[in-house]
């Protein structure tokens, strides 16, 4: 048929497609195409019944209507390549057109086989628009029905498929930490890669729900070698945690020995080991002493008697070692300092100080105050370690202090200066919270109309003996008018104390020795348990001059009442808090007033 030799892209075009029924002029443009074309088209419909078609009246139609067409387009279709049947056509673009104006300039017909074969040129955007239009006719026709899922088919404008509301990818600087405390109790916390150990303690203590007195820390410790360290609040968690291996943990516990250096320097400092005091003869203030170890310009030094053990070695060696800023050295000539008898021991710079747990048994110290210094490039290799051993427990709390102090010098004293800043900085805004230290507990008399305070030892614990004897009579008076209910304090008295921190019940004297080394063996360091030898008895554990100190609590019975004592009846209690909070005013028989509790935390 005619309509087999006109081209391509007519019959692909949507308006003559055989599949399309619907042939009215409202749903195709009437203007594009010409009144003749679309009867010829007719005629060529099955249910025509002329076979005979005009062709050269058909072509020719075709032609004119599109001619109009591609008028409208000219502009665009100089600067954008030609479709020749549906194809990219650009070598012959020249060649056309040159024939094309060469046959009309010289009035030559352009025979019929060309004009089949050469379909007009049409712009891109027109076949676009073409589609365009030809898609509204057909949905102008259907009822307007809402789209009920909009931001579904918009992702543009969708709420939930644009990229900025996609929810963000978890940041790779974030870490999973395991804390353990003295229990085995483990805690899991997601921290950033910039959480220093003070960041960590306080999300602890705020988790836990404790009282945040800035003596908790973090301690690094390797079961395996039997090593242990307090973090420095200014090191960065992750970074530790690099270093650690897969036995170690962190464990989370008190620390009051931590910057107890700044306010009580001699105590940890003795004068036979500061080369500086052993040169002049004479001892030096407090304040001076501090100076020269956090000035970077001085030269501080300490010096003394150590045991090292021997590389590759169970044998131990006693030398005489100095301890510089350049690092950690013994004499081989006696106590000589000169350079020649120097020999280097360990690095300051990129080691690290610890403390070694049951150093008698593991690595058959000869004492019990065994430490070591490790390098942070060693994780679990025993034969890279320096160890090291004093002779009493002063000695070495001097050298691990002296330690910290050279490596990390004026740091450590911001360390301990930001927590007061942030309590200074809060009083401004907050209402100022009682605190327990001993500025705060004084023994006061109010006998008189106004009250007062007693500077007088002697009067003080007058004064609580004539208090004890106050409650005595209130309690008898009480039993005298009937018998106490479950909830008296006479009934209360032999188990209110269970619910203070500072009690731990039935723990061994082993136990408590290891608790107060583990939480800074300062002044003041105090616990209380049961008796082992008595059932019915109670035991006082103190530190004083870091040493430990047992003072049995007995049970005494006077007039139908049950007290404690720990001076023998001289001084009575109704229960153990009362015991406690006497002894936090005054000394009494104690070496030291009692300070700071030696608590745990459940996690």
């Not at 709420?159 to 899991?188: A, H, R, W």
């Not at 404790?210 to 992750?238: F, I, K, T, Y």
């Not at 000589?336 to 049951?358: F, G, W």
């Not at 048994?361 to 160890?387: D, G, T």
Request: aromatic letters at 8%; charged letters at 20%; hydrophobic letters at 35%.
């Amino acid at each position: 048929m005619a309509v087999a030799e006109c081209p391509d892209y007519f019959l692909l075009h949507p308006n003559y497609q055989q599949d399309n029924v619907d042939r009215t002029a409202n749903h195709r443009p009437a203007e594009l195409i010409g009144s003749s074309f679309q009867q010829a088209a007719n005629r060529n419909s099955p249910n025509h019944q002329e076979d005979d078609v005009d062709l050269e009246a058909l072509v020719n139609d075709m032609n004119s209507s599109f001619e109009s067409l591609c008028s409208t387009y000219t502009v665009q279709a100089e600067a954008v390549p030609l479709l020749h049947n549906g194809q990219s056509h650009r070598p012959n673009e020249q060649t056309h057109s040159q024939s094309h104006t060469h046959s009309h300039a010289h009035g030559q017909p352009t025979s019929l086989h060309q004009k089949l074969r050469r379909s007009q040129p049409m712009h891109i955007l027109a076949v676009r628009r073409l589609q365009v239009e030809e898609q509204q006719y057909r949905t102008s026709s259907l009822p307007a029905i809402p789209n009920p899922f909009p931001e579904l088919c918009s992702p543009a404008s969708s709420p939930t498929l644009c990229p900025g509301s996609l929810p963000p990818s978890q940041p790779s600087g974030k870490y999973i930490i395991k804390i353990f405390n003295e229990d085995g109790m483990v805690k899991v916390v997601e921290i950033l890669a910039d959480m220093t150990a003070r960041d960590l303690c306080q999300l602890l203590v705020y988790k836990s729900h404790c009282v945040d007195d800035n003596s908790w820390a973090l301690v690094e410790h390797h079961p395996a070698m039997g090593l242990e360290r307090c973090l420095e609040d200014h090191e960065l968690v992750v970074q530790v945690q690099a270093s650690m291996t897969s036995e170690s943990k962190f464990l989370f516990r008190k620390n009051y020995a931590k910057y107890e250096f700044f306010r009580n320097p001699l105590n940890f400092f003795p004068e036979q080991m500061v080369a500086w005091c052993q040169e002049s003869n004479r001892s030096i203030p407090p304040s001076q002493l501090l100076q020269n170890f956090l000035n970077s310009t001085s030269c501080p030094e300490i010096q003394g008697y150590l045991y090292v053990k021997e590389t590759g070695r169970k044998s131990w060696k006693k030398l005489y070692v100095f301890l510089r800023r350049s690092g950690l050295y013994y004499s081989t000539k006696g106590t000589s300092k000169e350079p020649r008898h120097l020999q280097l021991l360990a690095d300051l710079e990129d080691s690290n100080i610890y403390t070694v747990i049951a150093g008698k048994k593991l690595h058959n110290a000869p004492a019990e105050y065994e430490f070591c210094i490790k390098p942070n490039k060693v994780r679990s290799e025993q034969k890279e370690l320096r160890m090291l051993c004093a002779e009493d427990e002063q000695s070495r709390t001097c050298w691990m202090t002296a330690f910290r102090l050279f490596k990390y010098g004026i740091l450590l004293y911001q360390n301990y200066k930001i927590p007061q800043q942030r309590k200074a900085l809060l009083s401004h805004f907050s209402t100022p919270v009682r605190s327990v230290s001993e500025n705060s507990l004084v023994a006061m008399d109010f006998s008189g109309r106004i009250g007062r305070v007693i500077d007088n030892p002697v009067e003080a614990q007058s004064a609580a003996v004539e208090e004890g004897h106050a409650w005595r009579k209130r309690s008898q008076r009480m039993n005298n008018l009937g018998s106490p209910s479950p909830l008296h304090p006479s009934s209360l008295s032999g188990v209110i104390h269970k619910t203070q921190l500072w009690f731990h019940g039935r723990i061994t004297r082993e136990e408590s020795h290891k608790m107060i080394h583990q939480q800074g063996q300062v002044d003041g360091l105090f616990l209380l348990r049961d008796s082992q030898s008595n059932p019915k008895a109670f035991v006082l554990t103190l530190c004083h001059h870091q040493k430990i100190k047992h003072f049995q609590i007995l049970p005494c019975e006077e007039d139908g009442q049950v007290f404690f004592s720990l001076d023998d009846g001289t001084t009575k209690f109704t229960d153990l808090i009362q015991l406690v909070e006497f002894y936090q005013l005054n000394r009494g028989v104690l070496p030291c007033r009692l300070k700071h509790p030696c608590t745990t935390v459940a996690l």
